[in-house]
């Protein structure tokens, strides 16, 4: 039990944090985006993984389609105002998938010339 509340209260205090760094000046960056930063760092900088983040991030992972019915029931409700706007949605998710899928080839590919150097 107790490596299950060192890795939540890891993760949420990752969180807080992230969300609090937004309210004071980083208010162009979103605070759980803060808080993965910080945890990447926090990581990073350690010899080990601290016990139990392991288990309960598998578990969110998991159960991670949960956390979008609130975003598919909302797409239901405002079927009207996203056919009214889908050409702004268009604009923002087409490209913005295009420049994920180059970022995430270049890293691959970066990765496995490092993998094939060692």
Do not use: C
Not at 30 to 52: S, T, W
């Amino acid at each position: 039990m107790i490596p299950v509340l060192n890795g939540l209260i890891l993760l949420f205090a990752a969180l807080w944090i992230g969300n609090s760094l937004q309210d004071i000046w980083l208010h162009a960056i979103p605070g759980p985006v803060l808080g993965m930063i910080l945890m990447l760092g926090f990581l990073a900088a350690r010899d080990r993984e601290p016990e139990g983040l392991s288990g309960v991030a598998q578990w969110f992972i998991k159960y991670l389609s949960l956390f979008f019915i609130p975003a598919a029931v909302g797409i239901w409700f405002l079927e009207s105002e996203i056919a009214r706007q889908w050409p702004a949605i268009l604009v923002a998710t087409v490209p913005a998938t295009i420049v994920t899928q180059l970022l995430v080839a270049l890293l691959l590919q970066a990765l496995l010339r490092r993998g094939e150097k060692s």
